[in-house]
């Protein structure tokens, strides 16, 4: 049995974590890439690549101070790109090594940026996560080491929400509570499932 494999992607402070994490009590597993690639910034490898591109200021004992590097790459476009030439490849080795050992009929594979580093293409669909810029804003600003400038960076490197509702083959919105939230995501459920 064929497992099919949905994007899951959404702004900063979207909600795409809490949504993933429902699709998984309902047994469905999902891949965060963005945890992957904060994993693989532990990788030595990796490190000297990030080190040779936006120097030794991002190393703090050892290890990579995620803040650091996080100001430095989203500080201008080039930056971002160098990051992403780094990171993307070894994530997306990461997520192959992980899709073949799926057995279930559906899978998740949740990004912030799926859709700006090409990861749509290797999806059987998209599921977008929508919330207004303010309630997104609220949310990650309570968030530790986050302030209104880096959102505002973030979002500016992120692709729009007008992008990402072209390229959505399932949409979920969460400006309310949870539970409005979570009647979203069992009614795409049924349906991924029944389709299958």
């Known amino acids: 049995m064929t497992t099919d494999f949905y994007g899951l992607t959404g702004g900063i402070g979207a909600g795409k974590s809490t949504v993933a994490k429902m699709f998984a009590d309902l047994g469905v597993p999902s891949l965060d890439l963005d945890k992957v690639g904060r994993e693989l910034l532990d990788e030595k490898n990796i490190q000297q690549q990030l080190v040779q591109a936006f120097g030794s200021s991002i190393m703090q ?32 080795d990461a997520e192959m090594t992980w899709r073949n050992k799926q057995t279930t009929p559906l899978a998740i594979i949740e990004a912030s940026v799926l859709i700006e580093s090409g990861g749509v293409q290797r999806m059987h669909g998209l599921i977008v996560v929508f919330a207004d810029e303010d309630i997104r804003k609220q949310r990650v600003l309570k968030r ?37 939230l979570q009647e979203q995501v069992y009614h795409l459920y049924n349906r991924l499932t029944q389709h299958h």
Do not use: C
């Open 61 to 92: 004992d050892n290890a990579i101070n995620r803040e650091t590097l996080r100001t430095i790459a989203f500080q201008s476009k080039t930056n971002t790109l160098a990051l992403n030439n780094i990171m993307h490849p070894a994530i997306r």
């Open 144 to 180: 530790p080491n986050f302030n209104a400038e880096t959102f505002d960076n973030i979002v500016k490197q992120q692709t729009t929400d007008d992008i990402r509702k072209g390229l959505a083959d399932m949409v979920i919105e969460n400006n309310k509570d949870l539970s409005h």
